[in-house]
């Protein structure tokens, strides 16, 4: 069973272009992030959301928004796509209490490339 | 603000080398530690973690971390590395406590290559 699973795994767009990726958690968490993996391999907090906290990177521009329908999917939507916007952005999960208490769960990733 | 630093951007050892990846950390509180690890093409697996109690922290595939408060360091060690552990590996922190302890700060990764 996918712990944090992300669609879609590759996507491709043009500039200007607005698109959202998905993320799911069957793990139970009450926790959702995202990060974005630059070309260098460095990762970055864009966002972490719970039932009661949006916590916004402050670097990240406005044009991406995260929507959590339920605690358990958080998704990530991306208006008038930049070429720089290009990247691999990961969700993971983590819950506030219990035996894995502040560990994350990575998904696999959803590589975007903007052309 | 927080940040960690990983000093070695690429390492290469041949096989049953032992390993040393170096990770400082600055932050003024209390922190939870990580290790992870990223093989070619695949997403973020957790190697160990350190939160409290005994410094020295043994993580899955035979790796271990130690956590030296005075030097705020977290040092990542295996004894005999393989052609297996050819990956990318991402120290992180976060704060143990407050509004936004779960986000994890990431070094930039230090990319272990093994030859066989």
């Known amino acids: 069973d996918t712990a944090v699973s992300q669609t879609p795994k590759y996507l491709v767009t043009q500039m200007g272009n607005d698109k959202s990726i998905k993320c799911e958690q069957n793990l139970g968490h009450d926790t959702m992030y995202w990060y974005k993996q630059d070309s260098k391999k460095f990762l970055k907090i864009m966002f972490s959301?719970?039932?009661?906290?949006?916590?916004i990177n402050e670097t990240v521009p406005n044009r991406f928004s995260p929507k959590s329908p339920d605690k358990a999917h958080l998704n990530l939507h991306i208006n008038s796509l930049e070429l720089g916007d290009s990247a691999v952005y990961f969700c993971?999960?983590?819950?506030?209490?219990?035996?894995?208490?502040?560990?994350?769960?990575f998904g696999p990733g959803t590589r975007l490339t903007v052309l | 603000a927080q940040s960690v630093s990983q000093h070695n951007h690429h390492v290469i050892l041949s096989e049953a080398a032992s390993l040393e990846l170096g990770c400082n950390y600055s932050y003024g509180g209390t922190v939870n530690l990580f290790w992870y690890v990223q093989y070619p093409g695949q997403h973020l697996q957790l190697l160990l973690k350190?939160?409290?109690?005994?410094?020295l922290v043994k993580g899955i595939k035979g790796f271990e971390a130690e956590f030296i408060k005075s030097k705020f360091s977290f040092n990542l060690r295996k004894p005999s590395v393989q052609w297996s552990d050819t990956a990318e590996y991402f120290c992180a922190v976060n704060a143990a406590y407050g509004g936004s302890q779960g986000n994890l700060i990431f070094g930039k990764g230090t990319k272990l290559s093994v030859k066989p």
């Open positions: 959301y719970n039932n009661k906290e949006l916590i």
């Open positions: 993971a999960s983590s819950a506030t209490s219990g035996s894995s208490y502040n560990e994350q769960f």
């Open positions: 350190y939160f409290s109690g005994d410094p």
